[in-house]
């Protein structure tokens, strides 16, 4: 249980870090959430999930989500510091190479 929770956090830091500077709306996360092999339910990513977990990737990795109030869309504040390398850079481009390879079957 607690591994998938972990996946699920880096999979929600890194559809957003993907998103760059434009952000990802709630709704755009939704739609990346209800075909992510993490959701085994094919359920919705509920707002109040979404900011609990946001709240959780704040305290674990020391990863600002915030939200720009006039499109709505939610960014990584500190992108600059996960661009520069460190535990938090090596933890995404973890995910997302087993994601790439749990995806393509590679």
């Known amino acids: 249980m607690a591994a998938n929770l972990f996946n699920r956090y880096i999979w929600l830091v890194d559809n957003i870090y993907r ?11 939704n739609r990346r959430w209800e075909r992510s092999q993490y959701n ?23 990863i600002d989500i915030v939200c720009d109030k006039r499109t709505k869309a939610y960014m990584i504040e500190n992108a600059d510091d996960i661009e520069r390398g460190g535990v938090r850079s090596w ?11 749990n995806t393509t079957g590679v």
């Open 19 to 29: 998103a760059g500077s434009r952000g990802i709306t709630l709704d755009e996360i």
């Open 40 to 62: 085994d339910d094919r359920s919705a990513y509920p707002e109040r999930t979404f900011h609990r977990h946001k709240n959780a990737i704040k305290e674990m990795f020391d």
């Open 91 to 101: 933890l995404l481009n973890t995910f997302a190479m087993n994601n790439l390879i």
